[in-house]
């Protein structure tokens, strides 16, 4: 079985501050991770995925994430907010040979972005 | 590349009722997967759909079904509806042939049940 969590169902930062978006999963195989963003009214758009190729990932607009398999976390981060960051934030899994095309998702996590 | 085109995009029916929802995946891609996503359980596998057969299939009661065509298009269907099926529902498409294969997801249809 697998899970995520996602501590913290809301954040909010200032523009230009770190963000930094928490998840951490429990998988009983290696697994693969997902960070993907919402707006309003769409759908899901990837940002990053760890595939076990290297622990730091890096994705679109400047965001990242560390594979930490001792913590078991996929913590998201960017170092500078920008307004246009501001969306719902899911982290997601999927392990094992019978888990094709099926992803666990987090909660998710709201990000506001103040001024 | 054409995206994942999902319809349509906004359906109200009533309890009792049945419906259809259709997902068009990315050309050549023959993975189709659908999410239910409501304010109260989140995101929720329904099931998967490669090279039309169910491959894999979450915990929803036998109302929620579903096929896949030949050219990869899929739809799924509710029957005898309730309140709480109202949600967005997203489909996604991938090639289908990797465990990290990125899903690439659809807009959705948001339904409202009455």
């Known amino acids: 079985a697998q899970s995520v969590t996602q501590l913290g169902s809301h954040v909010s930062v200032s523009e230009g501050a770190l963000v930094l978006l928490r998840c951490n999963y429990s998988?009983?195989?290696?697994?693969?991770l997902f960070w993907y963003v919402q707006y309003p009214n769409q759908g899901l758009q990837l940002l990053l995925k760890?595939?076990?190729?290297?622990?730091l990932v890096k994705g679109i607009n400047d965001f990242e994430a560390e594979f930490k398999k001792s913590e078991t976390s996929f913590h998201l981060t960017k170092p500078s907010a920008h307004m246009s960051d501001a969306a719902e934030y899911f982290c997601?899994?999927?392990?094992?040979?019978?888990?094709?095309?099926?992803?666990?998702f987090g909660q998710g996590t709201i990000l506001t972005v103040h001024p | 590349k054409a995206g994942v085109t999902q319809t349509p995009r906004y359906l109200i029916k009533t309890r009792g009722q049945q419906v259809t929802l259709s997902c068009s995946p990315i050309?050549?891609?023959?993975?189709v997967s659908w999410y239910q996503q409501t304010p109260g359980q989140g995101l929720q596998f329904l099931f998967e759909?490669?090279?039309?057969?169910?491959?894999n299939k979450g915990n929803f009661p036998g109302r929620f079904s579903g096929r896949q065509f030949s050219n990869s298009r899929s739809e799924m269907n509710v029957s005898t509806l309730e309140l709480g099926d109202s949600a967005l529902y997203l489909c996604?498409?991938?090639?289908?042939?990797?465990?990290?294969?990125?899903?690439?997801f659809g807009p959705g249809t948001r339904l409202t049940v009455l």
């Open positions: 759909y490669f090279s039309e057969t169910q491959r």
């Open positions: 050309s050549g891609h023959r993975s």
């Open positions: 760890y595939t076990s190729a290297a622990t």
């Open positions: 997601a899994v999927t392990s094992g040979g019978t888990s094709y095309g099926k992803l666990t």
């Open positions: 998988s009983s195989v290696p697994p693969y």
């Open positions: 996604a498409s991938s090639p289908g042939t990797l465990l990290t294969d990125t899903q690439y």
